[in-house]
């Protein structure tokens, strides 16, 4: 698949320059260009191949000093586009320009294409043994190759463009046993080789645990939390060190820096030139760079995107992000790595004399204040180190910001979980709770 090329449908140095007669004082246009094919297996067969292309634009500008920002899909009518954010800036109040110094830089595409038959052969195989050890299964999956090129050009002569190609694959599998439901599911983001076999070996493994149905132990026990389920953790922590959050005094930890704010074995950082989510600059066109953000439990400092920067006195990090097309940049973290710790998946395992396991988990997880109480949706009970069978209707409950400071241990198991490489660690401190009806399997 060859990557989308930044075509004329979109004339950012037209826009541009339009804006700027219309009396803009200032200006940016950021463009973007995806192609994807992705291949989707249903019920153990392949169900469909798909193929989706899409482009689009958003200008931002400030006329006397008021921000306006508009956006647009597929062909664009340069002009409309100008009136429709000159438009929106008459309702908005004046605000400080913030727009990233002139350069001109070209990155190279760290990834590579995989043709969509070899991703096709890559999910029937994947799902052929999944299903020699464990028939009676039913599999979904999705593979895809994906390829998004991003340009951003402002009236401060900055011109900054790249090309991010990722491969993706997705394996869940469903297995009913009279009244049970058991859903397991695993992927992977690479950027030039998928290894289908590693998800593979992590589902027949959990499929094994789950044989039999055990009660879950209740109170307060120890939790080991797997690299899927520590988002559990991460995500918190991420918003917590939000600059902006810190300016509007809603962070904790606004008032906290060079301070220990965790267990002294966790280490986390920023680096955006690492993995399959590497990123060469925010959507201010600010470049990224490598974050040190808390070091054996202590606070080093917080990210924020240029707005922030000044507000806070530490000019940008390089992370203004746009959640989307039509939104304004605002502070987001790319490529969050806890450092991992030392001993395997099993060595962590051997630690719990009477614990639980968790690897899914249903509904979301916790706010800015920490406070969380959620499902279990995967989960195993551990009796002397070994696991003895999967639990149901369970719920864990406690605070992310009390956990942290009780992290026992960190594996050396770290992988990628979306854009965070984090290991399964083991906590201390949660409180477990079970339905009074739940079912035991044997």
């Known amino acids: 698949m060859e990557s989308p090329n930044l075509s004329p449908a979109l004339p950012c140095e037209q826009l541009l320059d339009l804006a700027l007669k219309a009396g803009a004082k200032d200006a940016e246009v950021y463009q973007s260009q995806s192609l994807s094919r992705p291949v989707l297996f249903e019920a153990n067969r392949l169900k469909r191949l798909e193929s989706s292309q899409s482009e689009g634009v958003a200008l931002r500008l400030w006329k006397n000093g008021?921000?306006?920002?508009?956006?647009?899909?597929?062909?664009?009518?340069?002009?409309?586009?100008?009136?429709?954010?000159?438009?929106?800036?008459?309702l908005n109040e004046s605000e400080s320009v913030e727009l990233t110094p002139g350069r001109t830089e070209g990155y190279p595409d760290l990834g590579k294409s995989v043709a969509v038959e070899e991703l096709v052969v890559m999910g029937?195989?994947?799902?052929?043994?999944?299903?020699d050890a464990n028939p009676e299964v039913l599999c979904t999956a999705e593979l895809e190759c994906e390829a998004e090129t991003i340009r951003l050009i402002n009236s401060q002569g900055l011109d900054c463009h790249y090309t991010d190609t990722t491969l993706n694959c997705f394996v869940s599998v469903e297995w009913v046993r009279g009244d049970d439901f058991l859903c397991v599911s695993d992927g992977q983001t690479q950027r030039e080789q998928l290894n289908a076999?590693?998800?593979?070996?992590?589902?027949?493994?959990r499929?094994?645990?789950?044989?039999?149905?055990?009660?879950?132990?209740i109170g307060q026990v120890p939790i080991l939390l797997t690299a899927k389920a520590a988002d559990l953790l991460w995500d918190t922590v991420q918003t917590a060190l939000n600059g902006k959050q810190v300016w509007e005094r809603a962070s904790p930890w606004s008032d906290r820096l060079g301070q220990v704010v965790s267990s002294l074995n966790l280490t986390l950082s920023q680096q955006p030139n690492?993995?399959?989510?590497?990123?060469?600059?925010d959507d201010e066109g600010t470049p990224t760079r490598p974050l040190l953000l808390i070091r054996e439990g202590q606070l080093q400092q917080f990210y924020g995107d240029r707005t922030i920067g000044r507000l806070l006195g530490t000019?940008?990090?390089?992370?203004?992000?746009?959640?989307?097309?039509?939104?304004?940049?605002?502070?987001?973290?790319?490529?969050?790595?806890?450092?991992?710790?030392?001993?395997?998946?099993?060595?962590?395992?051997?630690?719990?004399?009477?614990?639980?396991?968790i690897d899914q988990i249903l509904g979301g997880g916790a706010g800015i204040s920490g406070d969380f109480s959620v499902n279990v949706d995967l989960g195993y009970r551990v009796c002397n180190g070994m696991i003895i069978g999967r639990v149901k209707d369970t719920m864990v409950a406690g605070n992310v910001y009390t956990a942290l400071k009780q992290i026992v241990a960190l594996g050396e198991d770290a992988e990628w979980n979306g854009p965070c490489y984090t290991p399964s660690l083991i906590l201390e401190g949660l409180s477990v709770t079970a339905s009074e009806q739940t079912?035991?399997?044997i």
């Open 124 to 131: 029937k195989e994947a799902i052929a043994k999944i299903r």
């Open 274 to 281: 690492t993995g399959p989510y590497s990123c060469p600059f």
């Open 66 to 90: 008021r921000p306006g920002l508009a956006v647009a899909y597929g062909a664009v009518n340069p002009q409309d586009l100008v009136d429709r954010a000159i438009a929106i800036s008459t």
């Open 315 to 357: 000019g940008s990090t390089g992370n203004g992000f746009r959640p989307s097309l039509g939104s304004y940049p605002t502070p987001g973290l790319v490529n969050i790595m806890v450092q991992p710790g030392k001993g395997s998946l099993r060595d962590l395992l051997m630690q719990l004399d009477d614990g639980l396991v």
């Open 197 to 205: 076999d590693k998800i593979v070996q992590a589902i027949q493994q």
């Open 207 to 217: 499929l094994n645990w789950a044989q039999n149905n055990v009660y879950p132990p």
């Open 439 to 441: 079912s035991i399997l």
